[in-house]
Each structure stands twice: as C-alpha cells, then as structure tokens.
C-alpha cells in the first residue's frame, strides 16, 4: 500500500542554525501537505504542494513527485518553531491522505 | 473566517462506558469533515469523513461511529470504550485540498 516515510524521527537545532526535514513516498502521490503540531497538540497546515516549491518566512518546501520526495527546509529556527512535524500525501490511489511518523524538532538556546 | 471547535477538551472515561465527541465548524457551507486519530507519540490515521449530512464513510474500523446531523456539525461515539480507544481525537475540515484542525479532545480510558 502506499507508504510515507519521514526522516528523522528526532532533530535537535541550535537557535539561528537550520535543517532539513525529509518525505520519501513508495508510490506517486499527487499532493503532499506539511504540519506544525505544537505542545498542545494543536496541527498547523504550513504547506500545501502539487507540485515544486513554496516558500513562508522562515520555511521553505518542495515537493517533486517523479522522484516520490518532499523536503521541508528551516532556516534560522526559533524556540518556538519546536514540535513536531508530519507530512502527508495523498495517495494516487485511494486520494486519502496518508501521514508519517513525524520528526521531533527541538529547538535550543 | 471559519472557526472550528471540538468539545470536550479532554475526557477520562471507564472502559465500557459510552462516548460522544463533537466538532463544529463555522463560516464554511457544506465542508468536508473528517475525524482522525492520534495515538500517544503517534502518526495521525483518519478514520471517517463526511462531504454531505447524514453522509459518513468509515476509513478505519476502531469500533467507533460517525454521524453528520447537520452541515456544521459531526460526532464521533461509541457505545463501549476499549482501553485501545484512548488518544487524542481530531476534527478537520479541508479547502482547496488543504486541511484545517481543530484543537482536538484528549481521551484517556481507564
């Protein structure tokens, strides 16, 4: 069945430094989504891509569904930008949206 | 804007008791709905969505049911908790393929 595999599952960043946040999907997926979920719980939508790249603030994302992968680049991060982070796909298939395991983002002084 | 609003915050139930979980959304016409689930230091798996009233479709089997009673509104229950049911329970709505949350209901089933 369609897969979404997400890389890391934890990140420790230093404020100001950056990373990169990766999704591998075993089959195409017309759509990819990125989320923000904070301590609370609450999920913010950061991006949605059909296709290429989009950028906001800090964040910058890329979605190039021939080679099955997504990148979610941040720059310069802040304390507040920790959490964690899941992409989700939707599959060719079926259209449901399928999510990953998520990457831990902890962001320090 | 459209708001939407999950009740309760958090639950703590027996096992085998009932349970009912609401979402509405406001300031948006005939939206999709969705609940998903989120175990402990888990992914999010979706479990049902609605497009019309009284129209469900069931994503996952988790021994839970959805019900779509009005446009805005979508509730998820059960009539027997498992231990299995505890975890952080999630309303969405999506416009143009992008999916909004609600706060969400933290359930711990004891």
């Known amino acids: 069945g369609d897969q979404v595999e997400q890389s890391p599952s934890a990140l420790s960043l230093h404020e100001g430094t950056g990373s990169a946040l990766r999704c591998n999907f075993t089959?195409?997926?017309?759509?990819v989504q990125w989320f923000q979920q904070n301590s609370r719980g609450s999920l913010i939508n950061l991006f949605y891509l059909a296709s290429g790249t989009k950028e906001n603030g800090r964040l910058k994302s890329t979605f190039n569904s021939k080679e099955s992968y997504s990148t979610l680049h941040i720059r310069d991060a802040q304390l507040e930008d920790s959490g964690t982070y899941f992409c989700a796909a939707e599959g060719g298939n079926t259209g449901k949206l399928i999510f990953g395991l998520g990457t831990t983002l902890q962001v320090q002084p | 804007a459209q708001t939407i609003h999950q009740w309760p915050v958090a639950e703590i139930k027996a096992v085998g008791s009932p349970l009912s979980l609401g979402c509405t959304i406001k300031?948006?016409?005939?939206?999709?709905l969705y609940w998903y689930w989120q175990a402990t230091g888990g992914t999010l798996q979706q479990l049902f969505y609605s497009i019309t009233v009284g129209q469900v479709e069931s994503v996952v089997q988790l021994n839970l049911s959805a019900s779509r009673p009005k446009d805005d509104q979508f509730i998820l229950s059960t009539e027997k908790l498992l231990l299995s049911h505890s975890g952080f329970y999630l309303c969405?709505?999506?416009?143009?393929?992008?999916?909004?949350f609600g706060s969400g209901t933290r359930l711990t089933v004891l």
């Open positions: 969405a709505w999506d416009s143009a393929e992008t999916l909004y």
């Open positions: 300031g948006k016409s005939s939206p999709n």
């Open positions: 089959t195409t997926m017309r759509a």
